[in-house]
């Protein structure tokens, strides 16, 4: 799948494009069966790191089923078929390319789950401040595993606001997030998209998701990708990046 120019100029300008049906209702239904496996299934979770809701580990919170309080399991793409095949789907990779370049590597997945009424908000916050990779021009592709609505906790952005560089971060209760006198509360636009569709948006994009108040699960998982072309920064050991496609070059990632 490709970007019309105008979805292209879109996310030059806003730093975020969404796009609908990226994968068919059936392939997304296998995608959350499988999910449900590790979650409440006891599929082994093997070498997934997996996160419980803060507040549920605390023990501020009971949930039925101990699936039922994860927040976020890492490494999908990596471990599992059914999502290594989500990772490297040519609807995304086609995207991303018209993006990033043909050049192309996985920084990171990440499942995040909201589950009914426990699933908790995640502050306004960018990604780069925060990742090793230089430059701060990486693309995320958010891919809803479920509907995600106003209600269960649809991603909320700031157009355009990838423009303005790093962003003072804070720290809050379990969370780091944009200081709040850096942006504008009434600029924020709720981006609900339906189960199969993705959002693609800047790793300087300031985004937040509300907590669940609904009785759906909201599970979506943020697939990001940076050119093979970027420098790492941190101090340990580089870890060895996922070659989505394209070639490697000395010295970068
Ligand atoms: O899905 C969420 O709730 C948060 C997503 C997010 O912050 C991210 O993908 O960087």
Same mark, same amino acid.
């Given at each position: ?50 996160? !419980? ?5 605390? %023990? +501020? @919170?009971?949930?039925? &089923?101990?699936? =039922? ?88 952005? !700031? ?5 303005? %560089? +790093? @962003?003072?971060?804070? &720290?809050?209760? =379990? ?37 669940n108040r609904s009785q759906n699960w909201r599970r979506a998982i943020a697939l990001s990708y940076m050119s093979a072309k970027s420098t790492y920064t941190g101090d340990n050991e580089k870890p060895d990046y996922l070659t989505i496609q394209g070639q490697s070059f000395p010295g970068c990632v």
């Amino acid at each position: 799948m490709k970007l019309s120019d105008e979805q292209l100029a879109a996310y030059e300008r806003d730093g975020y494009v969404a796009v609908e049906e990226l994968l068919d209702e059936q392939a997304v239904m296998a995608l959350r069966e499988r999910l449900r496996e590790y979650t409440h299934g006891g599929r082994p979770t093997g070498e997934l790191s997996v996160q !419980i809701e803060p507040r549920v580990e605390r %023990g +501020e @919170l009971q949930v039925e &089923h101990p699936g =039922d309080g994860v927040r976020k399991i890492d490494c999908l793409v990596q471990y599992d078929d059914l999502y290594r095949k989500l990772g490297t789907h040519p609807n995304i990779l086609g995207v991303i390319e018209q993006i990033l370049g043909p050049d192309i590597k996985l920084f990171r997945n990440a499942m995040l789950l909201k589950p009914p009424d426990v699933g908790s908000a995640k502050g306004m916050h960018q990604d780069s401040p925060y990742w090793p990779i230089r430059p701060m021009e990486l693309c995320s592709c958010w891919f809803a595993i479920d509907d995600a609505t106003t209600e269960n906790g649809c991603m909320g952005v !700031i157009p355009g606001g990838h423009g303005k %560089g +790093e @962003l003072p971060h804070v &720290h809050v209760t =379990d969370d780091f997030v944009v200081q709040e006198d850096c942006y504008d509360t009434d600029e924020m636009v709720l981006a609900p998209l339906r189960a199969g569709g993705g959002l693609f948006f800047h790793s300087l994009l300031p985004h937040y998701t509300a907590p669940n108040r609904s009785q759906n699960w909201r599970r979506a998982i943020a697939l990001s990708y940076m050119s093979a072309k970027s420098t790492y920064t941190g101090d340990n050991e580089k870890p060895d990046y996922l070659t989505i496609q394209g070639q490697s070059f000395p010295g970068c990632v």
